[in-house]
């Protein structure tokens, strides 16, 4: 069964610090990797893919993969309290069904003044 | 630029009641569409997806349906509500290359 798992946090930093949100999966064929942003009420917006081992950096937002180990992290460098909200992260496996995407249950991010 | 709409935004609905939700995209074409559920507390679960008109494969067995009439349309039905079919209800479009899915604004559907 392909599963993603994520620290369940709730998790809290002050403005200014790194956030750094963790993800680990089961299936060692899952290939690609997103991270998705939802605020309270709101949709899940993409904030961040990664297709290969190693870090990707955008703005504020680098994602590591390490299919070694099969972990997926997202840090947040200079956090803001615009920041606080559910992080989702997500996994697909090559191939799989029409772009099947396995979702964890999110992390919840606050970021104080 | 790609824009996917949903409505209604909010839904209240007695138990037994019909339901329709529907979802349209702009600026692309033969989208894979895709309809979740995300019910408080819990993970999102996806319910139906499509790779074009009149295909829709179901991923859970339930009293809910979906159809795709045109190809930037997608609709999700029932035919009588049930009290656990509350929840947010979302789209999702990804392109043929199947990488990235989007998300639409989403329904919350509070059925009573």
């Not at chain 1, 369940?8 to 899952?30: F, K, Q």
């Not at chain 2, 989208?31 to 993970?43: D, E, I, S, T, V």
């Not at chain 2, 179901?58 to 159809?67: C, F, K, M, T, Y």
């Amino acid at each position: 069964q392909k599963e993603v798992e994520q620290n369940s946090g709730p998790l809290s930093v002050p403005e200014g610090a790194i956030a750094s949100l963790n993800c680990t999966y089961s299936d060692r064929g899952s290939q690609s990797f997103f991270w998705y942003r939802q605020y309270s009420g709101k949709s899940p917006e993409l904030i961040m893919s990664i297709y290969s081992n190693g870090d990707k950096e955008d703005g504020r937002f680098t994602a590591q993969l390490n299919k070694a180990s099969q972990y997926v992290s997202l840090l947040i460098r200079d956090s803001q309290p615009s920041d606080s909200a559910t992080y989702l992260c997500a996994g697909r496996v090559e191939g799989s069904t029409l772009g099947r995407l396995y979702f964890g249950r999110g992390t919840q991010l606050t970021v104080w003044p | 630029s790609q824009t996917i709409h949903q409505w209604p935004a909010t839904l209240v609905q007695p138990v037994g009641s019909p339901l329709s939700l529907e979802c349209t995209v702009e600026g692309t074409s033969n989208p894979n569409l895709y309809w979740y559920r995300q019910a408080a507390g819990r993970g999102l679960q996806l319910l139906f997806y499509s790779v074009g008109i009149g295909q829709i494969s179901s991923e859970v067995p339930q009293n809910l349906s979906a159809s795709r009439p045109q190809d930037r349309q997608f609709i999700l039905s029932s035919k009588k509500l049930l009290l656990s079919d509350s929840g947010f209800y979302l789209c999702a479009w990804a392109g043929t290359n199947y990488n990235e899915q989007f998300f639409g604004p989403g329904t919350r559907l509070t059925v009573l």
